[in-house]
């Protein structure tokens, strides 16, 4: 799982410039592929790829916005694929700059490249059948999320369901059916806390506290701060507060919101029914690893890259110094709160 998906509209600009050294010189071609290509081998590595994918996106050919109203260009959802993400979390304060018919646009783009989603939803019924993923081997994993807020766009009161809220008892309820319908392992992810702010905020904490306390939730997991914050256990389960930012270009005074981490978990096949009354296998996380990521700035004729930092540092590839600030400031956030005996940095 990684950090936000922020697509600021340099991040375009920049994706414009690597579809025309591809040869596609229209304009409206783009490819985000290189610049995802940093982490396309761990993503594509993992059983499951889940990525968050903040904003809606436009119809081919656009308008489009970056800030602070977001709609992205659909080719972003291209490199989305090509990098390997098999799965998206789509609840968050920018799920409605569009209004429903950017969820609409942004839940049809997925559908059509292959890609499951969950947090918003086109109908009621959508919004209450669980999202389920099976690996290869049969393990069937399922996601349940929601949002703080909007930004103050109001939800549709004629279609509540389209955005999932940040309500534990919600999640709770859609983690119990996400089981009854035949999840092995149940992740939940928090669209929430302060922007900025490496510590995790009151609702942050309650909210976890209710989720791992819960047999149908295995493990938590979060991002909207736009910076790293802590990887800790709360009831013996493991919490990521926040991912930080895979791709975004905030303003240059705050380094920390070119940062991310991208943590992969493995889980391992307990005895069958250890926690449950059911035959259902029982799986635990039997290793927890995060990679430090960092996407650097665009400028014109340098499209942004995201890199994994220490593989960066390892080839000389980059600013040395400010690689080794990054590695420094996320180890900083992860180990913040403690209790994360086992976590490895990759």
Not at 52 to 71: L, S
Not at 171 to 180: P, T, V
Not at 314 to 330: I, M, N, P, V
Request: hydrophobic share 35%; net charge negative.
């Amino acid at each position: 799982m990684n950090g936000d998906l922020l697509w600021h509209n340099t991040l375009w600009f920049g994706a414009q410039e690597d579809a025309r050294a591809a040869g596609r010189k229209g304009d409206d071609d783009y490819d985000f592929a290189p610049l995802l290509a940093g982490v396309r081998p761990v993503v594509e590595g993992a059983d499951l790829g889940i990525c968050h994918n903040e904003v809606p996106v436009a119809e081919a050919g656009g308008p489009y916005e970056g800030y602070p109203m977001f709609i992205a260009p659909p080719h972003t959802l291209d490199g989305v694929k090509e990098t390997g993400y098999d799965m998206c979390t789509t609840a968050s304060n920018h799920s409605l700059d569009d209004g429903f018919e950017g969820i609409e646009r942004t839940l049809d783009g997925m559908d059509e490249r292959g890609i499951l989603h969950v947090g918003t939803a086109r109908s009621e019924k959508e919004a209450s059948t669980p999202t389920l993923f099976t690996t290869e081997s049969g393990v069937k994993i399922a996601v349940v999320t929601g949002t703080y807020g909007t930004n103050g766009i109001p939800v549709p009161d004629d279609k509540p369901w389209a955005v999932q809220p940040l309500d534990p008892d919600a999640l709770l309820d859609a983690a119990r059916r996400a089981r009854e319908a035949g999840a092995d392992i149940v992740m939940a992810a928090m669209h929430g806390g302060e922007e900025y702010q490496t510590e995790p905020n009151e609702q942050q904490m309650s909210v976890a506290e209710r989720l791992t306390a819960s047999p149908d939730v295995d493990l938590v997991y979060g991002h909207h701060a736009h910076v790293v914050q802590p990887i800790t256990k709360v009831n013996g389960k493991w919490v990521v507060y926040g991912l930080g930012n895979l791709v975004a270009q905030h303003e240059t005074d705050v380094p920390r919101g070119y940062e991310g981490i991208t943590v992969r978990f493995t889980f391992t096949e307990a005895e069958p029914g250890a926690d449950t009354d059911s035959e259902r296998p029982s799986f635990e996380v039997s290793s927890a690893e995060y990679f430090p990521t960092m996407v650097t700035r665009y400028s014109s004729g340098s499209p942004a890259r995201t890199v994994l930092v220490k593989e960066a540092l390892a080839g000389g590839d980059g600013d040395e110094s400010r690689l080794e600030q990054a590695r420094a400031r996320t180890a900083e956030a992860v180990n913040l709160l403690g209790d994360n005996d086992g976590l490895e940095e990759r």
